[in-house]
Structure formats: C-alpha cells, structure tokens
C-alpha cells in the first residue's frame, strides 16, 4: 500500500490546517491594512506607540502562522514524495500516535528530544 494511502487522514488534516492558517494570515493582512487605513486621524504620541506595539504583535503572529505553514506544506510534500513518517534523524519510522498529535513532526521523539537537549547547550 503506498504511503498516500496510509496517511490520507494524515493529508487531509493537514490540508484543513493549510487552509486555516491561511485564512489566519489572510485576516490579519486585512486587519493591518484596514488599520494603516485608518492611520493618522490621531497624532498623539500615545497612539503611535500603541500602533507600533500592534504591529509587532501581528509581525510575530504572522510569522509564527507563516512557519507553521511552511512546515505543513513540507509534511505535504513528504506524503508525496513517501518520505513522510519517516524520523529525518534516525531514519525510523515516526509512531502513528506521533503524527496524529503533530501531524507535521519530522523526528521521532528521541531524536527531538536530543536536539532539545543539543539546542540548550
Ligand atoms: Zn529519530
């Protein structure tokens, strides 16, 4: 049986998350350009460092929502290319219940836990 096969719940709910993360992204490019829209009516000082921190906090929203895409399209792109479920570290395969927690994971616990470790130090 193909890999396709096996992990077409997989696909799909990685193609819902897909969708949902860009609709996510979509709305806050909206937000922010309505809000540039109505910018400048004020010109108190007040204002402009609300503004800024509003901006920074969409910047990290959207890039967080901008990562996890990529890492959804790239779990997409191994489930066509059979790599997917497949531990990138170690090469053993990832447990099912894995993938069903963090459809998008690359490494098998032990070998996500050792780059933890690694990234500590
Ligand atoms: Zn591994």
């Not at 609300?50 to 929502?65: F, G, I, K, P």
């Not at 399209?73 to 990832?94: Q, V």
Request: one cysteine or more; a negative charge; aromatic letters at 4%.
């Amino acid at each position: 049986m193909p890999s396709t096969t096996i992990f077409a719940a997989q696909r799909e709910r990685l193609e819902a998350e897909r969708d949902a993360l860009l609709a996510e992204i979509a709305a806050l490019e909206r937000e922010r350009a309505s809000r540039e829209e109505s910018a400048g009516i004020g010109n108190v000082v007040a204002e402009e460092m609300m503004e800024t921190l509003v901006r920074e906090r969409d910047l990290a929203l959207r890039s967080n929502a901008r990562d996890l895409l990529e890492q959804v399209n790239a779990a997409l792109r191994r489930i066509d290319e059979g790599t997917y479920g497949i531990c990138a570290d170690c090469g053993e395969p990832i447990p099912l219940e894995r993938l069903e927690a963090l459809p998008y994971a690359t490494l098998c616990v032990r070998c996500q836990a050792a780059r933890e470790r690694a990234r500590r130090w």
